[in-house]
């Protein structure tokens, strides 16, 4: 059961928000990673290649949007979900087009985990069709 | 020697300096004394009369010469010839000496003789006493150019009785009397007369009155003559002044004696002749003639020459008849010519009342003056009050217009004006409360009556601004001004009270809008930093609670297992300490401090706006749809028991908005109209119904009513239910952010329309009205 549980990379420089994602996603089995800033999840998901990245935006050094991008470029499937503590945040259209990043934007406080963890495990699934046909 | 000398001169010049100064003196003497004598020396003039003194005809030339000489210093002597007694040519030979004697003492300027004797007489002496003095004569009964023959230095006035005008005048007076008799004598003049009644007899022909002369006769014949006539005749009197024996009569005593002796109507020729008994005539009378003879002296004495003033041939004749004759012998008064002087005619009643007259006429016209006078004030005052009354109806209607109350009020604080919007205020009519203590009149303003006595004292304006006070319930402000009347000392005040309720609701509206703005400002920038750390309590609570509770969680069980608890005694343990409840505690708590968050953030403007068109009818029935489920209304009421009554217009347009802006407005309004049927408790046993229509009366908008049958609010909360923060709930049930966020997304976001009416026990209907074309059309 754990061989099929895909990894997940957690980037947020909130010490509690990273650790509660980790602890959920490491509850329902996932494999976990963290990152407090943009720079170093690049380094973690180049060593660790996540099935998806949950994504916040405002970072100290380089933002969410950048690390979207820039991750694309060496890891151009994985599902990225965005999770921003700015209400009512719209990414740029060019970061929302991306078919790897995932349509709805999540709002800290995340009062239902169970649906970001959904959302990502589906996101991962479409991402993964789409690197098959790629 | 020499010295001496020069001292002799001097003194010698002394002497002379004093007899100029005498002769100065006597000269000035002497000029004086001269000029008095030249004072003395006066004109003198000599009436040379015919006759005597006492002869009335004489006496008449005397009185008109004495009372028509002009000229200053006129010195007039009268001599009179008295030929009528005397005529011998010794006589008059003294008499030549007598004058010589008197012209040779005292040189006459001008010699005045009157009537013919004297004339005569001058004519043949004149030259020899007075030389050529000039001669002005009168009372010369038909005068002809011959008589003048041989004089130089003459001038006079003829005396003529006008016997055919007063033949005239007879006749014309008298016509039924068919004989005249003309009665003279057989003088010098007697023949005259005679003369010219022949002339006039052969100028008037046969068919006229018949003219018989009576001359010739005794007194005794005279009178016999006067009996004997009838009265187919009447009669003219020349004179009689000597009869056939010599007889000699006064004037008066010949005219008495033809009164006396006949009943006919007597004429006379001359006014000496008119007494009692004699209608009148065409008059020739001494003063005339005396007074044409002075003024001429006048003008002698002025410088004209003699020879350069003219001979009055015409004698100065006039018509005279005597009033109560006139009336006995029934003349006819239309016959009268114009000129004539009526004697004794009764006084007319402006005669008779003349000086009465005058002074009732001065009086009516002093009156009239007044009448005037006071008409003409009457109509200045009448137009000065109508101009007044014109000027004070429009300040009136300017004080009244204005959108203040203005109180006047005197030194006292009584009311001494009140406007029309006092009157509204207070419901006291201007009748009611002039007079009256403000305090009494108006009783809010007692507490004034420290800034009035403060203004008329210091002599400035007095300014309170927002003053509050209740009117039904509701605190209204007005700014209280208070204006000293200054003018010729201290008369009062003005007090002007300005309803500024609605500037200071306006005002705090803004305030709180301002307020809400920045606060919406300030929300967007911490936002990021409180959802932080709210998503590491909530989330981490979240994960907690699935730590402890879940006993399924492969991980739990591992770690209950290396703990050597099985899971179920730790869930077991959980629930009974209530952990789990404890733990959504703080998820609910965490999550209600986001929503804060995400309220205060609708304040914020926003310019990136996902709009996009939508059928209001749909969005209306997933709000209702969403109100039934909602977790909030499900918690306090039941949002099923609710009847719904739709009333949808078909085919309506769909509108560009922001949808869940619009789903907010609308639950926001249903939540309240829920909320304030299911909490009345004087409605709990009524069906709740909301009442939504839909619809598009004006092709511009869309509107949505949403009506409720609840409590409704009274027209205080009406008004103010816009209005951030203000809320009818308790504290902790809401932040009374609701509504005045919905108006604010409504009118701000969208640019539409929001209101509400409400009838109190009749529910309330919110309006919401959406431009078709979008908020920015």
């Known amino acids: ?134 | 020697m020499k010295k001496r000398q020069c001292t002799y001169y001097l003194l010698d010049f002394k002497k002379i300096s004093s007899f100029i100064l005498l002769f100065l003196f006597f000269l000035i003497l002497f000029c004086s004394t001269a000029s008095a004598g030249k004072t003395d020396s006066k004109f003198h003039i000599l009436l040379f009369n015919s006759y005597h003194k006492g002869y009335l005809w004489s006496d008449e030339i005397t009185r008109g010469v004495e009372e028509n000489l002009t000229k200053d210093g006129v010195v007039l002597h009268v001599e009179y010839m008295d030929t009528k007694r005397h005529f011998d040519e010794g006589y008059l030979s003294l008499l030549s000496q007598l004058l010589l004697l008197k012209h040779a003492k005292c040189q006459y300027d001008v010699v005045i003789v009157s009537d013919n004797s004297a004339f005569e007489f001058i004519k043949n002496r004149g030259q020899a006493i007075f030389g050529n003095t000039p001669i002005i004569f009168c009372g010369l009964n038909y005068l002809t150019e011959g008589d003048l023959k041989g004089m130089v230095q003459v001038s006079g006035v003829n005396e003529e009785a006008d016997l055919e005008g007063n033949i005239n005048l007879i006749q014309r007076l008298h016509p039924q009397r068919h004989n005249l008799v003309v009665v003279t004598d057989n003088t010098i003049t007697g023949h005259k007369i005679q003369q010219e009644v022949g002339r006039i007899q052969q100028s008037l022909g046969h068919d006229s009155v018949g003219i018989e002369l009576v001359y010739d006769v005794t007194i005794t014949e005279l009178k016999e003559k006067l009996r004997s006539l009838d009265n187919n005749t009447s009669l003219l009197f020349t004179f009689f002044s000597r009869d056939r024996n010599g007889v000699f009569l006064e004037y008066d005593e010949s005219i008495a004696t033809v009164v006396e002796n006949t009943d006919v109507p007597i004429y006379v020729s001359w006014k000496f002749s008119l007494r009692d008994g004699v209608v009148g005539g065409y008059l020739t009378d001494g003063y005339g003639q005396g007074q044409e003879a002075a003024e001429k002296v006048n003008l002698i004495l002025a410088g004209t020459p003699v020879s350069e003033i003219p001979i009055t041939w015409k004698s100065p004749n006039r018509f005279c008849l005597e009033y109560a004759l006139l009336k006995k012998f029934n003349v006819d008064f239309n016959r009268i010519p114009e000129d004539a002087e009526i004697l004794h005619s009764p006084p007319t009643f402006v005669q008779e009342y003349r000086e009465q007259i005058i002074k009732v006429g001065i009086i009516i016209g002093v009156l009239i003056l007044l009448v005037f006078a006071l008409a003409y004030g009457l109509i200045r005052s009448t137009r000065a009050e109508e101009t007044l009354r014109r000027a004070e109806n429009f300040i009136s209607n300017i004080i009244d217009s204005m959108p203040s109350v203005l109180v006047g009020v005197d030194v006292e604080g009584r009311v001494t004006h009140w406007n029309s919007r006092a009157r509204t205020a207070t419901g006291l009519s201007g009748l009611q409360v002039i007079g009256q203590p403000l305090e009494q009149a108006f009783p809010r303003l007692s507490t004034e009556m420290a800034q009035v006595q403060e203004a008329m004292r210091t002599r400035e304006v007095v300014l309170q601004p927002r003053q509050a006070h209740r009117v039904d319930n509701e605190t209204c402000y007005e700014d209280v001004t208070v204006y000293p009347l200054v003018s010729n000392g201290i008369e009062g005040a003005v007090i002007r009270l300005d309803d500024v309720t609605e500037k200071v609701r306006l005002e705090e509206m803004m305030v709180q809008s301002e307020k809400m703005l920045s606060v919406g400002g300030l929300a967007a920038g911490m936002a990021h930093e409180i959802n932080n750390p709210l998503a590491g309590m909530i989330q981490t609570a979240n994960v907690m609670r699935d730590r402890l509770s879940n006993r399924e969680m492969p991980a739990n069980i591992r770690a209950a297992e290396a703990s050597g608890i099985p899971m179920s005694a730790i869930y077991s343990y959980m629930e009974a300490r209530g952990i789990p409840k404890m733990l959504d505690r703080i998820c609910e708590s965490g999550a209600r401090a986001a929503e804060i968050v995400t309220n205060m953030l609708q304040f914020a403007r926003k310019n990136s706006s996902t709009v996009s068109s939508h059928d209001l009818v749909s969005l209306m029935d997933q709000c209702l749809e969403l109100a039934g489920s909602d977790y909030d209304l499900k918690k306090h009421f039941d949002f099923r028991q609710i009847k719904i009554v739709k009333k949808y217009q078909k085919d309506l347009p769909l509108i560009p908005c922001e949808k869940s802006k619009i789903q907010q407005v609308i639950l926001n309004i249903l939540r309240n109209g829920a909320e304030a049927m299911q909490t009345n408790p004087d409605q709990t046993d009524k069906e709740h119904c909301f009442t939504i229509e839909i619809n598009q009366r004006d092709p511009g908008w869309i509107r949505l009513e949403i009506a409720d049958n609840g409590p409704g609010m009274d027209e205080a909360t009406r008004k103010r239910v816009f209005e951030p923060f203000f809320t009818t709930k308790p504290v902790d049930m809401g932040t009374g952010l609701g509504l005045s966020v919905s108006y604010f997304i409504i009118t701000e976001n969208h640019n539409g329309r929001m209101n509400v009416e409400s009838t109190v026990g009749e529910g309330a209907r919110f309006t919401i009205e959406l431009r078709v074309g979008g908020k920015n059309i």
Not at chain 1, 10 to 24: F, G, H, M, P
Not at chain 1, 36 to 49: C, D, Y
Not at chain 1, 57 to 85: N, Q, W, Y
Not at chain 1, 107 to 124: C, F, N, T, W, Y
């Open chain 1, 1 to 134: 059961m754990t061989a099929v549980m895909p990894t997940v990379l957690i980037l947020d420089d909130d010490d509690a928000v990273r650790e509660s994602l980790l602890y959920y996603f490491e509850d329902l089995g996932w494999g976990v990673h963290g990152a407090g800033t943009a720079e170093e999840a690049l380094v973690v998901a180049r060593q660790i290649n996540p099935a998806g990245v949950v994504v916040d935006i405002r970072l100290p050094g380089m933002d969410g949007c950048s690390f979207i991008l820039e991750l694309e470029k060496t890891h151009p499937h994985v599902a990225c979900v965005i999770c921003t503590g700015s209400p009512e945040y719209q990414p740029p259209d060019y970061v929302l087009i991306r078919p790897q990043v995932f349509a709805k934007i999540f709002s800290k406080p995340v009062s239902d985990l169970g649906e970001l963890a959904e959302s990502m495990r589906q996101h991962i699934m479409n991402c993964n069709v789409k690197a098959i046909h790629d």
